[in-house]
């Protein structure tokens, strides 16, 4: 079975600065994706980031990038430029590339805090 | 944003009680999902459905059902609801390899609290 690992439950950021969310997974599939969820105080669970496995480029959207080692097993997550807005849980999430109807296995999350 | 809605957004029940969470999506995905999200446990697949009237069950699927007779919906139903149910419920939905960014993204609904007691 998958399993996914975010070893920091709490991380602290003042705004504008850099911060990196730790991701490690527990895989032995070769194809898979890997995604960074996050989820703001309103709940809602949002999209931020994906990375196919088989895909050596580093995906990067706008601020949000990631850090990828396949053979580490290792998805962090780099926020540039942190704002306020940036305030939530993430979660790191893996699913098997087999078909549709994967299930997506989260880690247990990261409650990210950016100080004005 | 998807279209994709959650009914009741907030519930409290009584221990016993049977009760049915419902998510409609208007993006006619073929793939929808329930998830539960608990402190210290992040989200967990409780069941899911590949297609009207075929779905299958997730890693913790016990004391729950679900039903989808129509594209768009996808029924949850605690059929006695026990405290241990309490809990964050989300829907999510995805299509296979036709989303613009390459498919198998799934996306959420804003969630329903159900609190039972």
């Known amino acids: 079975a998958q399993t996914v690992t975010q070893s920091q439950p709490e991380m602290s950021v003042q705004e504008a600065e850099t911060v990196t969310l730790s991701c490690t997974y527990d895989t032995s599939e070769n194809n898979y994706y890997l995604f960074w969820y996050k989820q703001p105080p309103s709940r809602q669970m949002i999209l931020v980031i994906r990375q196919e496995a088989y895909k050596q480029q580093n995906a990067t959207e706008n601020r949000f990038s990631v850090n990828f080692q396949k053979a580490a097993k290792s998805f962090s997550l780099k926020i540039s430029d942190s704002q306020l807005g940036d305030t939530a849980m993430y979660f790191c999430?893996?699913?098997?590339?087999?078909?549709?109807?994967?299930?997506?296995?989260f880690g247990k999350g990261t409650k990210l805090t950016v100080n004005p | 944003d998807a279209g994709i809605t959650q009914s009741p957004r907030h519930k409290v029940t009584e221990t016993g009680t049977p009760v049915t969470l419902r998510c409609h999506q208007t993006e006619n995905h073929r793939y929808m999902y329930w998830y539960r999200q608990d402190p210290g446990h992040g989200l967990r697949l409780i069941h899911y459905s590949y297609g009207v009237k075929d779905t299958d069950k997730g890693e913790v699927s016990d004391g729950y059902s679900v039903s989808r007779s129509k594209t768009e919906d996808f029924l949850l139903t605690l059929e006695s609801a026990t405290s241990s149910q309490t809990s964050v419920y989300f829907c999510?939905?995805?299509?296979?390899?036709?989303?613009?960014?390459?498919?198998?993204?799934?996306?959420f609904g804003p969630g329903t609290r159900l609190t039972v007691t």
């Open positions: 999510a939905i995805s299509e296979f390899g036709t989303s613009g960014r390459g498919g198998y993204e799934q996306y």
């Open positions: 999430a893996f699913m098997r590339g087999v078909g549709g109807s994967e299930k997506l296995v």
